[in-house]
């Protein structure tokens, strides 16, 4: 059983390569101008990203009804938390939250924005 979190995006391709630059994954182009699917080296999807008023899907129908990640957290977990945080620090001018022991799990991460304002935090796999 996995679960695939759709997430509504501005434009598909530049939330796809900001991902896949985040996580240190290949380039890929979009499966299609209004869908993407983030996948993991061993093929698990990740995060899906669907452009907004696509489809006619209820809730990804307007991007204003919404702030983007109200009541989310993208919360991925990383084995390579040092070069994710220096592609991180590449991508964006401010996080939300540097890098620091979170300490309630006892491992490293850290929290910004993506480009549609969902929070993404980034948390070291071994901890």
Known sequence: MRLWT????AD???SLRWYQTLLGLP???????????IVARDGAILLSLHAWEAHGHPTLSDPSAAKPGNGLILFFRVDDFEPALA????????FEEEAHVNANTGTA????????NYFVSISAAGG
């Open 6 to 9: 759709i997430i509504g995006v």
């Open 12 to 14: 598909v391709a530049a």
């Open 87 to 94: 592609r991180a620090r590449a991508l964006c001018g401010a």
């Open 27 to 37: 380039k890929t182009a979009p499966a299609h101008e209004d869908f993407a699917q």
């Open 109 to 116: 991460e850290f929290s910004l924005r993506d480009p549609d």
